[in-house]
């Protein structure tokens, strides 16, 4: 049986071309028509991170050429950066930048869609939210509030199917009107959301990250939590889940959960009170603004399988810094 992985990609050609280039061969000759024609599929990595001191201050202002960027152990050019929510910078070859210009052509987009954050709140509305419903609502009320106003929000809710509440928009009051009409469903099918909930994060261009608000179990989904987990890391999109469910009474929707945060670049948190959440949400909302992102067309690789990628950071020889990074990917095969 094929994983879910695969048969997603499938599914999700479409938005895959847009972060695609796909370079052909000049015309062939008419005697040349029955050469076999090869063509080569090169994508465009999006890297998000964050750079703490070793008491977990954010460090902020650095420029493209303070870090080194590699992939199994070779070196990377950077193609843009980007600081917070600050616009895009080209990286030019001789290390200068320059702002980012992007036309509204058929493969390229408007150059404000890789202004701030594409932020895709996924909403557990199953009956194991039941009692905290009201609570975990006006929680994420809030952090919709304080979002940049750079940022764009979708709201999506679920219990045993998907709804999208709210599509993405930077109408803070078209996104909240939907975060309140979500209704209290029944069995939990997160993983089934979670996915579907990555396919359409996956269309949007710029950088984009996913959070769960959740209770914990999963008890009607039909995929492997860990094949979501490899969607959401080879797509280069964080996801933060916020649980509201103790660690120790659900160890096993605790380890899934740092385990898909961990690997994707974003972090897990397991706030039971209100108070909890709405600390929580204002952690994910300083690491959207503090975070670095970077986008590179990854070099010459022989490996088809995981590459590992290594955020070094050559203006701090002591390695006083920690970098929070997905630690790598899979690269999709040309055709």
Do not use: H
């Not at 050609?13 to 005697?31: I, M």
């Amino acid at each position: 049986m094929k994983s879910i992985r695969n048969l997603w990609l499938v599914g999700a050609a479409a938005a895959l071309a847009a972060s695609s280039v796909l370079l052909f061969p000049g015309p062939l000759a008419a005697q040349d028509s029955q050469r076999p024609v090869f063509r080569v599929k090169v994508e465009l990595v999006v890297l998000s991170f964050t750079v703490t001191d070793s008491k977990g201050r954010y460090i902020n202002g650095l420029k493209p050429s303070d870090f080194r960027i590699l992939e199994d152990g070779i070196v990377q050019k950077i193609a843009t950066f980007a600081e917070g929510n600050k616009p895009p910078v080209q990286v030019l070859d001789d290390g200068s930048v320059r702002p980012l210009i992007t036309a509204g052509t058929e493969d390229r987009a408007p150059a404000d869609a890789f202004v701030g954050t594409n932020v895709f709140v996924l909403f557990d509305t199953s009956n194991y939210m039941y009692r905290g419903f009201v609570y975990a609502s006006d929680a994420i009320a809030d952090f919709v509030r304080g979002l940049d106003r750079a940022d764009s929000i979708a709201v999506y809710t679920y219990s045993r199917n998907l709804s999208r509440a709210a599509t993405l928009t930077r109408d803070r009051n078209q996104a909240l009107l939907g975060l309140r009409k979500a209704v209290a469903g029944d069995d939990s099918a997160l993983y089934n959301a979670l996915l579907l909930t990555l396919r359409d994060a996956a269309k949007v261009p710029g950088r984009k990250v996913v959070i769960v608000f959740s209770n914990g179990p999963d008890n009607a989904s039909m995929v492997a939590p860990d094949d979501v987990r490899a969607v959401a890391e080879d797509e280069g999109i964080p996801i933060y889940v916020i649980s509201t469910s103790e660690v120790n009474k659900d160890p096993v929707s605790a380890g899934v959960f740092r385990r898909i945060s961990s690997r994707t670049g974003g972090k897990a948190y397991f706030a039971k009170t209100w108070q909890k959440q709405v600390e929580a949400f204002e952690s994910i909302r300083e690491d959207l603004g503090n975070s670095y992102t970077v986008t590179y067309y990854p070099a010459m690789n022989p490996n088809e399988g995981f590459r590992k990628i290594t955020v070094e950071i050559v203006s701090d020889p002591g390695k006083k810094y920690r970098v929070s990074a997905r630690p790598g990917y899979r690269p999709r095969g040309g055709f």
